[in-house]
Structures are given as C-alpha cells and as structure tokens.
C-alpha cells in the first residue's frame, strides 16, 4: 500500500486483509445481558488498521483516529483467530466513586465478502460498575495513513494461551470458606 488516502475504497472477500481507514459504527449500548442501558446512544468512531499475515498468522495493529478526547482506547492489536478478528485492550474510566475503574475492551469483528467486519465490543470491569456491550460494523473508507499506525510485522509472534482451549458451555460454581455452595450461570466460553 502506498499510503495514500486518495484511493477507493476496496472489498477484501479472503477476510485476512484488514487494511484501511474504517468508519466504525456502534449500536446503543447495553448490559452484558443484552438489556438496554439508557443513556448510552449509537456512537461512531474512526480507526486507521495495518494487517500482516505470516507464518504464524494474520495480525492487525488498529490506531483511533477519531480526534482527542474521542476514545477509550487509542491503539488495539488484533488477531485473527478461526477467521474472526479479535483484540483486547485495557483502558480506564470513571463509573462510579472518585477513582477511575480498570477496564477491559474486547473487540471481535467478522469480515464479510463486502469488506466491512461486523461483530461487537464488550468492556468489563471488576465491580460490574462499566460493564456494557455494543454491537459495531466497521466500513472501509480508503487506505491507512502509515504515520498514523503502527506496522504489524514489528510485532512479536503471537503467544498462544491456555485459555484457548476454552470452548463450550460451562457452569458457574461458587465454594464458600464453610462450604456453602451457590450455583451461578451458565457461561459460554
């Protein structure tokens, strides 16, 4: 890619190319049950994204764009794992109280033969004060800007975690100390 901006925007029906500038549109935000929170309007932000694919995968690194103060994360990098792209940032924000919270910014965006990823973006919490989920689409608009994002092959090989192995359903069970149990949801990992 050349860099510039000019250029139309194209369709990558493979799903592993995840380069350009994107618009990205969010739906209003709900709890993580899917419930309605009010207050929380459809937004939209802007994202410049580099992929590389190689050996030991496809990866993206993905700068918000969208100006200051317009973002809870400015940087992300993705991975494509399964054909899904998926990334986890961490961030902070006032919930509730006078300290910021520790958040957790989950994206996972599936591509389509029209070149826009859909999927949604999930932030959590420790005490459940942040938590939210979104829908998001992210439509192509033109090329990336390589001075505004970072090059993914300068990324270190992707480490594979445990937890990948996570599939299925699984239920939730809490032991207290005098042996009292409580049987908590159903997850679905």
């Not at 995840?18 to 993580?32: E, H, K, M, R």
């Not at 940087?75 to 520790?102: I, K, M, R, Y």
């Not at 608009?141 to 992707?158: E, H, M």
Request: charged content about 15%; some cysteine.
């Amino acid at each position: 890619r050349d860099g510039s901006t000019d250029s139309p925007p194209s369709s990558s029906p493979s799903g592993s190319d995840f380069a350009g500038n994107y618009t990205a549109d969010y739906g209003p935000g709900t709890d993580l049950e899917g419930k309605t929170v009010p207050n929380a309007p459809a937004t939209t932000s802007n994202w410049a994204v580099r992929s590389e694919c190689g050996a030991s995968g496809c990866v993206a690194t993905a700068a918000n764009i969208s100006g200051a103060g317009m973002a809870l994360l400015s940087n992300l990098t993705f991975d494509q794992l399964g054909g899904t792209w998926v990334a986890v940032g961490l961030a902070s924000a006032q919930c509730t109280g006078d300290q910021p919270e520790e958040l957790w910014v989950v994206f996972t965006l599936q591509p389509h033969p029209d070149g826009t990823l859909s999927g949604e973006t999930i932030r959590a919490s420790t005490n459940g004060a942040c938590a939210a989920k979104r829908t998001v689409k992210f439509t192509r608009t033109g090329d990336p800007d390589p001075n505004k994002v970072a090059d993914p092959a300068v990324l270190p090989p992707r480490v594979v975690t445990p937890a990948e192995a996570l599939h299925g359903s699984y239920q939730q069970k809490t032991t207290f100390a005098n042996g009292n149990v409580v049987r908590g949801k159903v997850l679905s990992a």
